[in-house]
């Protein structure tokens, strides 16, 4: 059936789903190092947003490239990489994949979290990420944003710091920024609840498809071209002890394996993407890819951190290369 957006959210609902996500997990290991699966293969728990970034986790579990590593890897669903933070903090997951990178950051910087960078999952790529109005809207360019409601994701995270870039590069002042899950963004729009969304695929297609949302501007056009958005994120605790060293390792290598198959083939990633998302076969045949990293760059990483602390999402400088697991 076609993705259909639910009904706005509350913080109550956030809540009880990070609540759920808690008590879902903590069955799945107490955080002290790789614990042993099905035949002996290593447990990795992952939490996972129902986004194209994780487009290689589920071609890795699909295609068996975990099993031939000798994992067990276990996916979570959840709808913002904002729930899965306490649950990383607490040891009851392992890692988080299509980590917001923006969250985890902060939460280092703060912290709340020694993270590590396990993997890259994508890279801004045209067309990945759109700011969409009704198709009658009054707002015809993005000057025409200042002071509207635009819908993200999580406030003060990589949705808002990448459109600030655009919205200074092309000298216009920057709407009002509200906080709506993905899932929920098509039906805000409808309802009027805000005046334009900021959608990343596959809720960028679905939107445009059902209620014929116009592209006022691509989210992922200059100066923030491919961009690093997303990662594989996990913790000092669990990286660094001496027992999950080659467990990190087989997850590195099943992840590359799984992103030469996208490259190679990037039906592949058309054909995964219903298998664990709301998106049709219909839609995912037409929905714009993003780029899928085969290795971290910390080059690329620190672009992101270098805008971070230029918009006084970071306080001090971060050196991403000093929290890439090699």
Do not use: W
Not at 19 to 34: H, P
Not at 149 to 163: G, M
């Amino acid at each position: 059936m076609p993705l259909r957006p639910l009904r706005s959210g509350t913080r109550a609902a956030a809540a009880a789903a990070t609540a759920l996500l808690l008590v879902s997990v903590s069955a799945c290991g107490d955080g002290e190092g790789s614990s042993s699966g099905a035949d002996g293969r290593k447990t990795v728990t992952v939490a996972a947003l129902p986004l194209i970034d994780c487009a290689a986790l589920y071609i890795a579990r699909d295609r068996g490239l975990f099993e031939k590593e000798g994992l067990d890897v276990r996916i979570q669903q959840i709808q913002q990489s904002l729930q899965a933070l306490p649950a990383l903090a607490k040891g009851q997951i392992d890692m988080v994949a299509s980590a917001n990178y923006v969250t985890y950051l902060q939460a280092h910087e703060q912290g709340t979290l020694d993270i590590r960078i396990v993997a890259e999952a994508i890279r801004a790529a045209p067309r990945m990420m759109e700011v969409l109005v009704p198709e009658d809207s009054d707002i015809k360019s993005v000057a025409d944003l200042a002071g509207r409601n635009l819908a993200v994701n999580v406030l003060n995270n990589v949705q808002s710091l990448t459109f600030n870039e655009i919205l200074e590069k092309q000298g216009v002042d920057r709407p009002v920024y509200r906080a709506i899950p993905f899932p929920q963004m098509g039906a805000a729009l409808d309802k009027g609840q805000v005046d334009a969304v900021h959608a990343v695929e596959p809720y960028d297609s679905s939107i445009q498809d059902e209620l014929k949302a116009r592209v006022l501007v691509d989210g992922a056009s200059a100066p923030v071209e491919s961009i690093p958005l997303s990662g594989y994120i996990s913790t000092s605790d669990y990286a660094d002890a001496d027992e999950n060293g080659e467990t990190l390792a087989a997850f590195q290598r099943a992840i590359k394996a799984a992103v030469r198959i996208a490259e190679e083939d990037p039906s592949v990633v058309r054909d995964t993407l219903p298998t664990y998302t709301k998106v049709t076969e219909q839609q995912a045949e037409s929905i714009d890819l993003p780029v899928f990293p085969p290795t971290m760059d910390a080059a690329q990483l620190t672009r992101l951190t270098d805008l971070m602390e230029k918009q006084g999402m970071l306080k001090q400088p971060i050196d991403p290369a000093t929290l890439m697991v090699k």
